[in-house]
């Protein structure tokens, strides 16, 4: 159960991070925090400003909040997807059995 749980997971939060950190580069990058030098999956990964021409638009802790609730979402959501695809299943095998 805990690897088809982990196979689930890691399965979930690889397409889920993809598409997460594409909306962030979509929204924040550029309107929040300057940074030309990184590509679409680089800018979710902090720290957001790194060099000379790199700043902050919006203040730092901004950012970060921002940041701290895809995070979350990018965990949070396929674990509760994970346990809920398990927990359906042996449900059905349990209805089917009886």
Do not use: E, N
């Not at 196979?7 to 993809?18: A, E, K, P, R």
């Not at 809920?84 to 059995?97: E, G, N």
């Amino acid at each position: 159960m805990r690897l088809t749980f982990a196979v689930i997971y890691l399965s979930i939060f690889t397409v889920l991070l993809l598409v997460l950190a594409a909306i962030w580069h979509w929204q924040m990058a550029g309107h929040y925090f300057l940074c030309p030098d990184r590509g679409y999956v680089t800018d979710f990964f902090p720290p957001f400003v790194r060099g000379d021409g790199d700043l902050y638009v919006k203040p730092a802790s901004t950012v970060y909040a921002i940041w701290a609730v895809f995070a979350g979402v990018a965990i949070l959501v396929p674990a509760v997807t994970s346990w809920l695809v398990i927990r359906a299943h042996h449900m059905a095998l349990r209805k089917a059995w009886m």
